[in-house]
């Protein structure tokens, strides 16, 4: 059974600091893997997705790495704003799963970035 | 381009009473999901339709839990009797070709 692991729970940093969140997954054979965030009160938004046979993925300041055979994934925000503030979710799309498309999530890490 | 939609945001019912949730996902996505987040947890799959086939319902409390995409669009879950445990935001998701899926808002449910 596929688990997902996210550390830290909660990270709280000044602003303009680089940060590196961390997921981790129990078992290689994934389809691929996404970066989500989530704001209070809001649905989840992606922010990377990296398919099982790349090593990574850039979108703006942010970059997501992907080591298979590890089981591990980071997310790495330069020069953090107030505006990430949020919780950020790591998931993956287990492979073999027939037609189903399901994620498996970790339980988030909670970013706070101070003003 | 309309994102996915899902209303009442949120819903306060009494155990055993039953309620149901709507959704629709953006047009010409043929996937559809329901996905249940009990608060410090991440999402779970509850089920995962094809236009309005059912692919993977695994993790449905066929119990009580209930869904249904007719005509291939919307989509409903229906919760009937609730109970404690059931309070979470249950978020609707739709997909085109099976990479990212895209979230609506969700609807918050408080069973008391």
């Known amino acids: 059974k596929q688990e997902v692991t996210q550390i830290p729970a909660a990270l709280s940093v000044p602003e303009g600091e680089n940060l590196v969140l961390n997921c981790s997954f129990t078992?290689?054979?994934?389809?691929?893997l996404q970066w989500f965030r989530q704001d209070p009160g809001k649905g989840l938004t992606s922010l990377l997705l990296?398919?099982?046979?790349?090593r990574e993925q850039t979108s703006g300041r942010l970059n997501a790495s992907l080591d298979k055979s590890s089981g591990r994934s980071t997310l790495y925000i330069a020069a953090s704003q107030p505006g990430d503030s949020a919780t950020y979710l790591c998931?993956?799309?287990?492979?073999?799963?027939?037609?189903?498309?399901?994620?498996?999530f970790g339980k988030g890490t909670k970013l706070t970035v101070n003003p | 381009e309309a994102g996915v939609a899902q209303s009442p945001r949120y819903k306060i019912i009494e155990k055993r009473q039953s309620v149901a949730f709507w959704c629709n996902p953006i047009?010409?996505?043929?996937?559809l999901y329901w996905y249940q987040q009990i608060l410090g947890q991440g999402p779970k799959l509850l089920i995962q339709f094809q236009n309005n086939g059912v692919v993977d319902d695994s993790q449905l409390p066929k119990d009580r839990f209930s869904a249904e995409r007719l005509k291939g669009v919307d989509s409903t879950l229906k919760i009937q009797p609730a109970k404690l445990e059931d309070s979470a935001v249950y978020l609707c998701?739709?997909?085109?070709?099976?990479?990212?899926?895209?979230f609506g808002a969700g609807t918050r449910l408080s069973v008391l």
């Open positions: 990296i398919q099982s046979s790349q």
């Open positions: 047009s010409g996505h043929a996937t």
């Open positions: 998931a993956v799309r287990p492979a073999s799963q027939g037609g189903s498309e399901k994620l498996v």
């Open positions: 078992d290689s054979a994934i389809y691929n």
């Open positions: 998701a739709s997909s085109f070709g099976g990479n990212i899926q895209y």
